[in-house]
């Protein structure tokens, strides 16, 4: 586990290289520019193994995972929802739900209250060797609400996907 901080600079290349059209993309891209530089400063690297979980159903959902290479399988009862490759973002459901209950809408981050109903509504399983790059709710709700005005595309679009996410599972 590392963060850009120490010294990794493969997400910025990462970020600057991918094909604009991906859902990781199009989220720093609706972040002001010092929102987007604190995010990736504070995205931490993680490494899966075929058949590992990187999310599990159940487990509270407090980051969002952006897949940096490999793919994998977001699976619900049993049934393939989606398949996630390169430059996809999950884990974003339960990360909406727990953002919105940080985020004081006045403008500063809260305590977390009880995450108790914010938990992961499907398995996400490494296909392959996956690279992800994982953002923590309390460091984006901190960074987010202090420009919420500034950043509000970036909670509409991770609440419109989310929102089709979970038609998906029903």
């Not at 290349?13 to 609706?30: N, T």
């Not at 490999?70 to 974003?92: D, M, P």
């Not at 996956?130 to 509409?156: K, P, Y």
């Amino acid at each position: 586990v590392q963060s850009v901080q120490d010294g990794d600079r493969v997400l910025l290349s990462f970020m600057q290289d991918y094909v604009k059209g991906s859902a990781a993309v199009k989220l720093l891209e609706a972040m002001s520019e010092r929102s987007r530089n604190l995010c990736m400063s504070r995205m931490v690297k993680s490494e899966w193994k075929k058949g590992e979980h990187i999310i599990r159903t159940g487990d509270v959902g407090t980051s969002l995972v952006l897949i940096q290479s490999g793919t994998a399988l977001a699976v619900s009862h049993g049934n393939v929802i989606e398949e996630l490759a390169e430059g996809s973002l999950c884990g974003e459901i339960a990360f909406v739900a727990t953002c919105m209950q940080t985020i004081n809408f006045s403008g500063s981050p809260e305590q977390l209250h009880s995450v108790t109903d914010q938990l992961r509504t499907c398995d996400v399983i490494a296909q392959n060797d996956v690279c992800c790059w994982e953002l923590h709710v309390r460091d984006f709700a901190a960074i987010v609400g202090s420009d919420l005005q500034g950043n509000w595309a970036v909670m509409q679009m991770l609440t419109q996907t989310s929102k089709e996410r979970v038609q998906r599972l029903v």
